[in-house]
């Protein structure tokens, strides 16, 4: 599963960020493999909203289309 089909309010983890430049840069933000983050708002043919502990972290829908995501409890 992509985070692009994730749904709002569903918990999730990070399984794969493919590109190594994108990977270094979401580190910084606190989003890495095995990352276990909040959906907290998925705008219409917009970014999906991350949580992260107090964080919000926007990522764009093509962005988020190439990160392998898995829903968890």
Do not use: F, W
Not at 28 to 43: F, M, P, T
């Amino acid at each position: 599963m992509t985070l692009d089909l994730i749904a709002k309010g569903q918990k999730l983890e990070i399984v794969h960020i493919p590109d190594s430049s994108i990977r270094a840069q979401a580190i910084r933000l606190g989003i890495y493999e095995g990352a276990k983050l909040v959906c907290s708002e998925k705008l219409p043919a917009g970014p999906v909203i991350l949580q992260n502990r107090m964080q919000e972290i926007a990522i764009g829908r093509n962005l988020a289309k190439k990160i392998a995501v898995k829903s968890i409890a």
